[in-house]
């Protein structure tokens, strides 16, 4: 079960970078952004929990967003937090991304079909579920 989801994960990641590679961005990255934008402020370890990913992939994908200025980190209330939240520009990019999003969305849906796109989305929430 592994190996088949993860040789579907690698076919679905190159769909969607594919789409999102009009506005320089990776998948992860996206996912990033998103997921900043529906917390407005978040710390990085806030961003481990809910996207289960660990430290070392967070860091790779938030170095280049932090770098051009598409995320603002500035210090929490406990001084050892770094507070992220997107800048204006990561708004900007947020929002053009977001319609590549949509357009990989609808992609894997036509090539799928509907009944399977949904039993997929199905099947991966009950494995988020095993999170231990």
Same mark, same amino acid.
């Given at each position: $079960?592994?190996? *088949?989801?993860r040789?579907?994960?690698?076919?679905?990641?190159?769909? @969607?970078? !594919?789409? +999102?590679?009009?506005?320089?961005?990776?998948?992860? &990255? @996206?996912?990033?952004?998103?997921?900043?934008?529906?917390?407005?402020? #978040?710390?990085?370890?806030?961003?481990?929990?809910? $996207?289960?990913?660990?430290? #070392?992939? %967070? *860091?790779?994908?938030l170095?280049?967003l932090?770098? =051009?200025?598409?995320? =603002?980190?500035?210090?929490g209330? =406990? %001084?050892?937090?770094?507070? %992220?939240? +997107?800048?204006?520009?990561?708004?900007? +990019? @947020? *929002?053009e991304?977001?319609k590549c999003?949509q357009?990989a969305q609808? =992609?894997?849906k036509?090539?799928? !079909?509907?009944?399977?796109?949904? &039993?997929?989305?199905?099947?991966?929430? $009950?494995?988020?579920? +095993?999170k231990?």
């Open positions: $079960m592994n190996f *088949s989801m040789k579907a994960n690698r076919v679905l990641n190159s769909i @969607y970078d !594919g789409h +999102l590679q009009s506005c320089g961005l990776k998948g992860g &990255q @996206y996912t990033i952004l998103r997921t900043i934008d529906y917390f407005k402020k #978040t710390s990085s370890s806030e961003l481990q929990d809910v $996207m289960f990913i660990d430290q #070392t992939t %967070l *860091s790779r994908n170095k280049p932090i770098r =051009d200025g598409y995320i =603002d980190v500035n210090r209330e =406990d %001084l050892r937090v770094k507070v %992220l939240s +997107l800048s204006p520009s990561g708004e900007k +990019l @947020y *929002s991304a977001t999003w357009n609808r =992609d894997v036509r090539r799928l !079909g509907a009944e399977p796109a949904k &039993q997929i989305f199905a099947v991966a929430k $009950m494995i988020e579920g +095993l231990v």
